[in-house]
């Protein structure tokens, strides 16, 4: 069963920038698409970010010129950068499969807080 570990959250002022990654502890090859994705208090979780096998990537409207997402098959990792970050982007990120996530691969997730 693989497991996912999120990491690279922290406060950052607004305009700055973070690198997030994603860890499994098993072969992510077999999941076609892996996204990231994030939840604020009191808001729903949305999908931000999504990457395929192919390298093909999509953002949601909010991030897109800001965000990249990546993946390193052979050493099992995900990456999101975040340039320009927004007071908005401040959530808990999580990575998963995308865009149907599985249930029993959500990680702690890690924390972005964007704040002057």
């Known amino acids: 069963q693989v497991q996912l570990v999120e990491s690279g959250g922290g406060l950052v002022q607004p305009g700055g920038s973070l690198r997030l990654s994603c860890a499994a502890s098993?072969?992510?090859?077999?999941?076609?698409?892996m996204g990231w994705y994030r939840q604020a208090p009191g808001k729903e979780r949305e999908l931000v970010a999504v990457i395929t096998n192919g390298i093909s990537t999509n953002y949601a409207d909010s991030v897109k010129g800001r965000f990249t997402i990546s993946r390193d098959n052979a050493r099992n990792m995900v990456y999101l950068r975040m340039n320009s970050l927004k007071p908005e982007d401040t959530a808990v990120y999580y990575c998963?499969?995308?865009?149907?996530?599985?249930?029993?691969?959500w990680g702690q997730g890690t924390q972005v807080t964007v704040s002057s």
């Open positions: 098993g072969s992510i090859f077999s999941i076609n698409s």
């Open positions: 998963n499969a995308a865009p149907i996530p599985i249930a029993g691969l």
